[in-house]
């Protein structure tokens, strides 16, 4: 146990280090260019041109705000199941903490997570849906995959299909959310090319963590052991998750 946590410490030094180097690079470029571009136009968070620097910021502070509640959601109930890969005595309500903090990140991202978008600003639920804004959509729908990964892991979790299959839509569907990170839009956002980077460092550990919850799952004739092993690597790449989100910056 402490040779996983020695490595997952190294990994998160060298992450966290990557990130604030992307960071450095991202803002270089502005610094030279001086307050003449600043002037001209600025980007709101969801690609626009508003013209207006303090908008743009206040945009910013507010998206990054909801990636780190997010982040702390996930690290709660990654710590939740690695106890539970671990086989420590947690009380039963503790299987809980996954689909639970999947509802409340869902809820959070469909109805506060855009500031262009109700309930910050006058476009409502409607407007949304029918809107141009890829960026804007996208987030939405995250908001619906985790509310439906949330469902079937409550009748998972209450007894009503603990059958291999019923893990189906855990799996395949953190499969697809992580998939789309690598394509996921920020319009024209002056920090794109950090925040691509960031959106696939969380799909690379979106992947490992579906890919390891599939073989915990569905590994033919493997040992509790080997079970096991796949269960904590799950859960670690959930909390690895959790925390590039508590340090993801624009």
Known sequence: MKRWCHRLSILLLIIVSSTHMSDAQAQAPAHLHGATDTSVATVSPQGHISGREEESSEGTDFSEFHHHVAGLFIVVFGLAELGHALRYPLPLWTRFMLPGALTAIGLLVLFENDHSAWPIRSLDVLDTVR??????????????????????????????????????????????GSLWLFVHSHGEHPAFAKIQFQHSLLG??????????????????????????WEITWAGSEILFGVLLLVYSE
């Open 131 to 176: 809107s141009q804004d890829q960026e804007l959509i996208e987030h939405k729908l995250y908001g619906v995959l985790a509310l439906v990964i949330a469902f079937f892991e409550t009748l998972r979790r209450s007894g009503k299909g603990w059958q291999p299959l019923a893990a189906a839509p855990l799996i395949l569907l953190t499969l697809a």
């Open 204 to 229: 690379i550990v979106g992947i490992g963590a579906a890919l390891s919850k599939g073989f915990a799952s569905w590994l033919p004739s493997a040992s509790p052991h080997v079970t096991t092993r």
